[in-house]
T-cell receptor, first 110, second 119 residues
Framework: ELKVEQNPLFLSMQEGKNYTIYCNYSTTSDRLYWYRQDPGKSLESLFVLLSNGAVKQEGRLMASLDTKARLSTLHITAAVHDLSATYFCAVVDSNYQLIWGAGTKLIIKP | DGGITQSPKYLFRKEGQNVTLSCEQNLNHDAMYWYRQDPGQGLRLIYYSQIVNDFQKGDIAEGYSVSREKKESFPLTVTSAQKNPTAFYLC??????????????????FGPGTRLTVL
């Protein structure tokens, strides 16, 4: 059974700093998604990573996938307050089902 | 303007009542999904449908039922058998449920959600 673990689960940081969120998963998969959720709102698709070594960037966010290490990272560069949200990773299992991490709540202070 | 709509936004249920949550999409997607989200947790799959008139149970289907009579619509009924239904319910859709390597036609897009509270 595929399990997905995110860490940290909570992160408070200052504007302008860099940080990385980690997403580990327990069995082989080469499809991983990152989503963003604002409080009380729905989920917004950020990145789709479909192969080993895939790297995607959008603004101050960059996501990468290492399928051999079963690890994805979401790197935040020079954080700004607007990036405050909860970030989820989700991995496709052998039954084509998305298995979700618990989410990382990110608070960026001015 | 393509997208996924859910209604109502807030729903209150009394003990012993069945309630139905609506989900409609105009993206021409074949696959649709229902998830439950509890505070501080990831999403858990309730039901999914790959095609009209077909649907499959997810990890937590007990106490829920669905139908897929039209491609655009995938309503979820929370029955009285669901003992702890208070949660945030999210509907999603994707072009396909599975996708060839290096294609992202299985990317799921979410509706705004329905917050269900048991009184």
């Amino acid at each position: 059974e595929l399990k997905v673990e995110q860490n940290p689960l909570f992160l408070s940081m200052q504007e302008g700093k860099n940080y990385t969120i980690y997403c580990n998963y327990s069995t082989t998969s080469d499809r991983l998604y990152w989503y963003r959720q604002d409080p009380g709102k729905s989920l917004e698709s950020l990145f789709v990573l479909l192969s080993n070594g895939a790297v995607k960037q959008e603004g101050r966010l960059m996501a990468s996938l290492d399928t051999k290490a079963r690890l994805s990272t979401l790197h935040i560069t020079a954080a700004v307050h607007d990036l405050s949200a909860t970030y989820f990773c989700a991995v496709v299992d052998s039954n084509y089902q998305l298995i979700w991490g618990a989410g990382t709540k990110l608070i960026i202070k001015p | 303007d393509g997208g996924i709509t859910q209604s109502p936004k807030y729903l209150f249920r009394k003990e012993g009542q069945n309630v139905t949550l609506s989900c409609e999409q105009n993206l021409n997607h074949d696959a649709m999904y229902w998830y439950r989200q509890d505070p501080g947790q990831g999403l858990r799959l309730i039901y999914y449908s790959q095609i009209v008139n077909d649907f499959q149970k997810g990890d937590i289907a007990e106490g829920y039922s669905v139908s897929r009579e039209k491609k655009e619509s995938f309503p979820l009924t929370v029955t009285s058998a669901q003992k702890n239904p208070t949660a945030f319910y999210l509907c999603a859709s994707s072009l396909d449920r599975t996708a060839p390597s290096l294609l992202d036609t299985d990317t799921q897009y979410f509706g705004p959600g329905t917050r269900l509270t048991v009184l």
